[in-house]
């Protein structure tokens, strides 16, 4: 059974438009290379990067030598892990979905590691659409060159690719 040009043309049209959001979501290695660890400045590496709702930041770690707390801004200031203790997150590979726009907090809660500077704190902006304002009127921030960038080259292959497809339907 073959598929008409038509039929494959409606199939990529709606593919590209259930797929169009995922091209602003950026997944962070915490730490690019040098993963979570000690002795890393996540300070520094965070200060270039815009964190958006929807984004992933993933941290990689051996298993058992680290693991991660989300934590409030006291905790992340005095290195104090959780009472219950029971919401770290320990495989190594961890990954956490940014759902709310805000300051987020994290440590490492094995002995020590936090005071040596195993800490990650970020703000998540809430990506809205370009014109409309913020929750208290204020503008919401540029687009980062590296999200116009995405946006345009997906949007942009796209296009050629539904004039490609309009072009070979009889």
């Known amino acids: ?31 690019d290379d040098a993963g979570w660890n000690v ?32 934590v409030n801004g006291s905790d992340f200031h005095d290195c104090s892990v959780p009472k219950d203790g029971q ?7 961890d990954a956490i979905v940014l759902a709310k726009p805000g300051k987020k907090w994290y440590i490492c809660g ?11 704190v970020i703000t998540v902006m809430n990506m809205a659409p370009a014109n409309s304002p913020l929750p208290g009127g204020s503008a919401p921030p540029p687009p980062s060159a590296a999200t116009k960038a995405v946006v345009s080259a997906h949007f942009g292959f796209l296009a050629l690719l539904v004039a490609v497809l309009g072009m070979m339907m009889p």
């Open 39 to 70: 002795g890393v400045n996540y300070t520094l590496w965070a200060n270039d990067k815009m964190f958006n709702v929807g984004d992933i930041l993933i941290f990689n770690y051996p298993v058992g030598d680290h693991n991660v707390f989300k």
């Open 87 to 93: 919401n770290a997150l320990t495989t190594g590979n």
């Open 1 to 31: 059974m073959a598929i008409s040009t038509s039929h494959l043309f409606v199939f990529l049209s709606i593919a590209a438009v259930a797929f169009a959001p995922s091209a602003l979501a950026t997944n962070y290695t915490v730490g």
């Open 110 to 120: 094995k002995e020590g590691h936090c005071g040596k500077g195993q800490k990650l």
